[in-house]
């Protein structure tokens, strides 16, 4: 009796937030997919049902196709700038954990993660800029060449994806030096006795055993960098003529058809394009670590 | 006791609460003669002209409140885009471009203008009938015509003295003989100052609105009437290639501007370009900004876009709607609009009012009144999609702009064009707008 009433209470302290969760997040994603199938203009009255069509002419277009391939070059380029370097990042920082300035480091580190992200673009967008940009005048002073960071359509890019890492570096290194600091440490003491240095000891004990963490920071990472907007938006933003070229991104894609071009139905089968990318990788993410791991 | 008196002291707030609540709500609440409208504008320079409306109706009008939210084009598209679908956005006037009022129009989402509102627009003391057919569709008015976007030369006199040049170019071919000596470059050829500043990047439809301006020169056009409604692509041909090639030479072999250098009426004004096109706002920003730029404008070769933009108003039924279209009228009063031209420098569309005082005061006007005679005008189609068919293109001329291997293969340009043109007319296609 006490049992069922504990699961009765227990169903009922969880409706309100499964209610809202419903609401906020399964809603939408249903309503999208239905959305996906109509023509459904935000303007006209008539939306009728189209079944695939939507998605038949989304692998046409080639606007969208830019779209896709500059999302995936950009989230894959973040991943793999950042991952990698919070790790070492965050392996140093646990390494000079006893330093007085260990708090520094790490909220040195956090900062661009907390940093609002418009004021952050509009200064990588001056760092950026080719007349008057610091990087163009290092490279200068070193004898290189001043490049066109922002109109270049590789070189826009690649802007993009440092700005994106500069931003996601902050939080997985934090989740890394948690990751850290759960190790045990008589591993490392015994690879130490076995003759490990530390970049040994680095590679074969904290790496290895850091794989949940690497699989949650990566999935995270990843998905960020498929929904990558603001960074395009702003650092190609300007009030005549932008100084920067729009790197074409699948949310830009989006508002696009559904704002400039009122064609909702065809937004939403771009963003369900969009769900299917991300968790059919987040699969293949969640299934290669998890085997590693099991080896 | 103290428990009898604390809940003594809560029963007292209770029993006060809708006391103060209705003392509150009487404070807040207006007169009810008052009158509430706002509007929306996709200029941040005209909120000052809209104030000054506002101010001149003062008289008839003692109680009204005018909130003027004057925000960037493009976010002012998608805020008309998402207040009127959903309703929410309350007695509004709003401006909008009569070739993209027309998918509202088409759903009934703008109310037609009340009768004495459309005897005013229909007069043709009042507005040529190109005007006033652009503010209607099919014979019914739904909104006031005010201002056009026309399109002219302006160049820096002082820089075009320096290259030996002294007076404006005649035709496409001269354009780019001038950008070339008016390129200013550093010891190592890099141009520092642009001869001729053209529109390479950013988002929105301005790019492709820029290239047709440019076509037309040519005697081309983005898409073209075929009769009967329908519409076909027109510029995978001659005059497509030659303004494609001439956009691409510019940028990549004769280097006369480069899409990193500062453009558009910024660089103009700060001495960065020498000439570019653009609209008659640019003269009242120029004396803002710029005051002592001795610059002068000149008609383009062949002719320019004029693009009217008219006073919408969402609703017809009430007090507030009333002032609302109220507003509307006032700001077309000569009074109000000699001050837009004077102030703003956007071009009033209305007829009979001597603006001779301000443009005799700023000669660059001339360029937008006293035109050559044949100078033609286009303007942007009135179908639903031509938005999506000017930003899709724009989002393939940044490409194109940007790919220097295009800039000596003429077979490249041809089938960049050709390609671009399938997908416009794809899109016409997709809403049964296509030529057959």
New interface residues.
Partial sequence: MLQRRLWWFAILAFLPTLAIFAWVRIYPIGETLRLSLHKWD????NKPFIGLDNFRELFHD??FL?ALVNTSIIAFGVLAVTIPLALVIAGLIHHRTASRFSGFYETAVFIPHVVSLVPAAMAWKWIF???LGPLNALLQYFGIPAQ?W????VLSVICIIVLCSWQALGYAVLIYLVGFKSLPVSLFEAAKLDGAGGIQRFWHVAVPLLKPITLYVSVVTLISGFNVYAQA?VL???????????V?VLVLDML?NS?????VGYAASEAVVLLAIVLVLTLIQFGLLREKGRK | MRAQRTSRSIMAKIAATPLALAVAAGLSMTPATAQTITVWSGYPEMAPFYEHVAESMKDEYPDLEVKVEAI?L?EH??RI??G??SGSAGVTVIELSGSTAS??L????LPAAPENVASFVRDPANFDAFFSETASREGTVYGVPLFRGQGALFYNVDMFKAAGLTEAPKTMEEYTQYAEKLTQRDANGNPTVSGW?L????????IAEKFWINLFQYGGSVIEPAGDGKWRANYANEAGGKTLKQYLENVHVLKTV?????????AFERGQTAMFIRESWVIGDIAAKAPDLNYATAPLPRGSIALPTNLYVNSTGGEDAEAAWAFALAANEPENLIWLLDNVGWLPNRAGVDYSVVTKRVPAFAAFVDYPEGYEFFTLPAIG?I??VL??LA??L??AY??ADLAKDDAAIDAFLA?AAE?TNNILSREGLLAE
């Fill in positions: 935000i303007l006209s009255k080639r606007l830019d800029d080719a007349k066109a922002l109109f270049d359509p938006f190609a933003s300007d009030s005549q003529g932008a100084p920067g070229r729009q074409r696009e704002f400039r071009n009122y064609r | 960037a493009r598209e998608k885009a998402l009127l679908t998918r509202y088409e759903n009934d989402l500043s529109r390479l990047s950013g988002g929105g439809q301005g480069t899409p990193e250098m500062p453009a558009d009426a910024e999609p938005e999506e930003t899709r989002g393939q940044t490409n940007g790919n390609s997908e």
